[in-house]
């Protein structure tokens, strides 16, 4: 699948749900879909699974984690769910959108899933919105803290992703 049509994928479920701004109501919009979210202690290297079973499907959340990760964590999974149906993934140590293995295309379907979580959460019609035509700079603490408090993610998923849409300078 090309990175096109995961990023319309998020785009036509942030559509279907009415999402017009940040933060994107992630935990309604996987209710909606019926699938049945349990947040919960877990290891600490496991950030959350997507289980079907006989007609439900469950995505488990690792409630230790901070919120900005929970939610990172439950989009990922809803992008397994739209990106490779009927499978069952378990997420150990969900890393944001770009890591050292990212870039080597070592799990595709991982991959897939960051980038559909970082589409979900982080449109990039709504960061541009935010940026009013603007770059960020990213050593600008306040700034990065600012919208990633904006979108609900944490810095490290907010400075991946503008790196990532060419939004991000450095001074």
């Known amino acids: 699948m090309k ?3 995961i990023t319309k994928k998020a785009d036509q479920l942030l559509a279907k749900a009415k999402v017009m701004s940040p933060p994107v109501p992630v935990y309604e919009i996987a209710k909606s879909l019926g699938i049945k979210v349990r947040r919960g202690p877990l290891p600490d290297d496991l950030s959350g ?3 079907h079973e006989n007609d439900a499907v469950f995505i488990g959340v690792n409630s230790l984690h901070p919120k900005p990760r929970q939610l990172f964590t439950l989009a990922h ?3 397994h ?3 490779h149906p009927s499978s069952n993934f378990i ?3 969900l890393i944001y959108f770009r890591d050292s293995r990212s870039g080597e295309a070592i799990d595709l379907k991982e991959i897939q899933a960051n980038q559909f979580a ?3 959460l982080m449109p990039e019609r709504f960061l541009r919105r935010a940026l009013n035509g603007e770059t960020v700079d990213l050593e600008d603490e306040g700034r990065v803290s600012e919208l ?3 979108f609900g993610v944490s810095t490290q998923a907010l400075m991946f992703r503008l790196i990532n849409l060419n939004l991000a300078r450095q001074s």
């Open 3 to 5: 990175d096109r049509d």
């Open 49 to 51: 699974f997507l289980v």
């Open 77 to 79: 999974e809803l992008g």
């Open 81 to 83: 769910f739209f990106l």
């Open 91 to 93: 997420d150990r140590k």
């Open 118 to 120: 970082a589409d979900l």
């Open 148 to 150: 990633s408090k904006s």
